[in-house]
């Protein structure tokens, strides 16, 4: 490995990290806004939209995320909607976060013991109110890590954004690879830059998990 | 616009050979990752720190790191130095990353074992390995079975990258399609029609395995 | 001829928390030996260290002659090779509060393991021998069901067959009928008297008071992590000395532990098998301490 070609790499690939961090953050948030609201579907007692639920969960977990991609970016203008690679990515991967964080959060609701929404009724709370104050608090400590676990992955994927053309750091490295011929360093670069970003949020993850621990 | 569901049909050959490519990355990058993964999970697990560090290590690496790079580094740098089809390079780069979830997958299956069944085997006088192999390792597997298998579901997921080397299994094959018919949305559900198909014989299997390994009550 | 089992200066922690402070004690060939005590006195970690599935911070610990653990002249213990652990381990059959079968084998398969892995006896030799050993905990007709399919009383007879099916030399027994219900106890006990009067050395964690006086040839009680009395099982149960073993006992036998109860408690008794005790023949299935556990 030519260590020149490392340093050379580096400012070549992390202009790409803006675009990264920005389609993480964006399919993070609204993501996670749909997946709260399939999860509120999915435990409601309205029968067509529990099964909304389901057919979203099941249809976006079941094809993988770069179909999604690839249907966002190249059958949508199609039907006459035409986004740009970079909406079109935020697309795919809201849609993908929304379905998997979807089931974190219904998990972690149902997890909760039922005695406790049983001692709230017999305490004469609203469903609204004991949900809201006792059962999601004590669920959010079952969900962070799946949650985390999830938004790390997210992170990770923001790289096959690179397959619809957006100028993300992957797709900046493989500029490198036809330009320069070089392959290892900037295939290491790429590496460690990720890694030092899941390995953040990773941290974060950790630091998350003991906030919301049950004190003992 | 009109619809042209005929160039399902019309295609469906190029589609099932796309398929056919999937499921050899799939079985590969399985078999590999599974018997690495065994051996991660064992040295996560073993008496000596040299082993449990470099299985965390290699673990915080491959699970730090996408897939996509994984495979970019299998293909460009492993693959040429020796002289690997993109196949083989596919196939060993999707393993050497399934391996690092697999392993934590075994792991947690071995912990949730009661440890009052190797307290038993001790003192019995058995030996770890023997323990391991006839008492453990048993246990552990109607544990590991659900949660290897939803990994499952994501390893086949997952293959749907290697179009980003050059490899033309359903998902490479559908975009190539798509570009040359000018048919994307038509092609490309037909795609994940088959995805979600294969995804749910992974879900048959593992009713399947779950019930052949319930414990007698 | 030395005893069996020597423990001197017996200590063990975990972290700061100091659960034996130096415990010392005999066990003869051929006695049965019961250790009584409130829960997290320590009574199971003893146990629990004559095997070595706990590793003493202090003190020696002496099996038929073999060192299991010493204490050295710097402070640091040194433990028995692992071979060595393992013979020690042939010679010491132990049983579990939780019985710790294991459920993916049938109870014959349960008890040929070991016999045939460790001692390298043959299918056939493991078999016969293991259904001896079921017919004479009354599981005759149990051999192929799985534990999960077996009530806890039948689960712990066949915990105690495949501890026996190694042939040990002294058998150790950590609070056995603690997790099962208390009707289905009796059988469980019934199945160690037997073993006592066979000749068997037995050490035994229990908060069966009625089997200790009936049983057990000597009672060590441990609190706080020293044994704080023992004796001769009468002396120690009926006539108690240190106001802490006349506060536990009255406690968990919720009445005052004083011979002259004989005559009215003596009718009490409803155990299985237990009619022939004229002392404590009262359970204690209502112990506030008898938790699963002993910490």
Not at chain 1, 126 to 132: D, E, F, S, V
Not at chain 3, 266 to 274: R, S, T, V, Y
């Amino acid at each position: 490995m030519d260590w020149d070609v490392v340093w050379e790499s580096v400012p070549l690939i992390w202009k790409g990290a803006g675009a990264t961090v920005s389609m993480f953050a964006w399919a993070l948030v609204i993501g996670t806004a749909g997946a709260l609201a399939l999860a509120l579907m999915r435990l409601s007692a309205a029968k067509p939209l529990q099964w909304f639920a389901i057919g979203f969960g099941w249809l976006f977990r079941g094809i993988p995320l770069l179909i999604l991609l690839f249907f966002a970016f190249f059958a949508l203008p199609e039907l006459g909607i035409l986004l740009s690679p970079f909406l079109a990515a935020i697309l795919g991967f809201s849609l993908w976060t929304a379905a998997y964080q979807a089931e974190v959060i219904r998990s972690g609701i149902i997890a909760v013991d039922p005695g406790q929404s049983e001692a709230s009724e017999a305490l004469g709370m609203t469903k609204a109110h004991y949900m809201r104050r006792i059962i999601f608090p004590q669920g959010l400590r079952i969900m962070v890590p799946p949650f985390t676990g999830n938004a790390i992955t997210l992170l990770k994927q923001t790289s096959l954004a690179t397959l619809v053309t957006v100028p993300e750091m992957a797709l900046l490295t493989q500029r490198i690879f036809s330009n320069n011929f070089k392959f290892v360093e900037p295939i290491f670069v790429l590496g460690m830059i990720y890694l030092a970003m899941t390995s953040v949020l990773l941290i974060v993850s950790v630091a998350v998990e003991r906030a919301v621990s049950l004190k003992v | 616009m009109e619809w042209d569901w005929g160039i399902v049909g019309r295609t469906f050959d190029l589609l099932l050979l796309g398929t056919r490519l999937t499921l050899v990355l799939f079985f590969f990058s399985s078999l590999l990752g599974t018997v690495l993964g065994l051996v991660l999970a064992l040295m996560r697990m073993s008496r000596f720190r040299l082993a449990r560090w470099s299985s965390l290590f290699y673990i915080w690496v491959f699970r730090g790191i996408p897939v996509l790079v994984i495979l970019f580094f299998a293909f460009f740098v492993v693959g040429r130095r020796m002289g690997l089809t993109s196949v083989q390079a596919g196939s060993l780069g999707l393993g050497f990353s399934a391996a690092a979830y697999i392993a934590e997958i075994i792991r947690a299956g071995i912990m949730s074992v009661d440890p009052g069944q190797s307290e038993a085997s001790e003192a019995l006088a058995m030996t770890k390995r023997h323990y391991m192999r006839r008492v453990i390792l048993p246990q552990s597997i109607r544990v590991i079975i659900p949660t290897y298998m939803s990994n499952s579901i994501l390893v086949l997921k997952v293959t749907s990258v290697a179009v980003a080397i050059g490899i033309v299994e359903l998902t490479g094959i559908t975009r190539q399609l798509s570009n040359s018919t000018t048919r994307p949305i038509e092609l490309f559900t037909a795609a994940a029609v088959l995805y979600v198909f294969l995804t749910t014989v992974i879900v048959v299997v593992q009713e399947v395995l779950e019930r052949r390994f319930a414990l007698k009550t | 001829m030395n005893a069996l089992v020597q423990v001197t200066g017996l200590r063990k922690s975990f972290g700061d928390n100091e659960v034996l402070k130096g415990v010392d004690f005999e066990v003869e060939r051929g006695e049965v030996v019961a250790i009584i005590g409130p829960s997290g006195s320590g009574k199971t970690t003893i146990l629990r260290c004559i095997n070595l599935l706990e590793r003493p911070t202090g003190g020696r610990v002496e099996v038929d002659g073999r060192v299991v653990c010493e204490e050295l002249g710097d402070g640091t213990m040194r433990f028995a090779e692992r071979g060595d652990v393992r013979e020690i381990r042939e010679q010491v059959g132990m049983v579990f509060q939780r019985f710790n079968l294991f459920p993916h084998m049938t109870a014959l398969d349960n008890i040929t393991e070991a016999p045939k892995s460790v001692r390298g006896m043959s299918k056939e030799d493991a078999n016969a021998r293991a259904r001896e050993l079921l017919d004479s905990v009354g599981l005759g007709h149990k051999a192929d069901a799985y534990p999960l399919q077996l009530s806890g009383g039948q689960q712990q007879r066949v915990a105690i067959a495949r501890a026996l099916a190694m042939e040990p030399a002294l058998m150790l027994f950590d609070e056995v009928t603690s997790a099962v219900d208390p009707e289905l106890a009796g059988e469980i006990l019934m199945v160690m008297k037997r073993l006592a009067q066979q000749g068997m050395t037995m050490l035994v964690v229990t908060h069966e008071m009625s089997f200790a006086a009936d049983v057990a040839d000597r009672v060590l009680f441990i609190d706080h992590g020293v044994i704080v009395e023992q004796g001769q099982a009468r002396d120690v149960l009926t006539a108690p000395q240190n106001p802490r073993t006349r506060a536990f006992l009255h406690a968990v036998l919720d009445r005052a532990p004083m011979a002259e109860d004989d005559e009215s408690t003596a009718g009490a008794g409803e155990e299985a098998g237990f009619g022939g005790s004229d002392l404590f023949s009262e359970r204690v299935a209502t112990d506030p301490e008898a938790g699963p556990d002993d910490g």
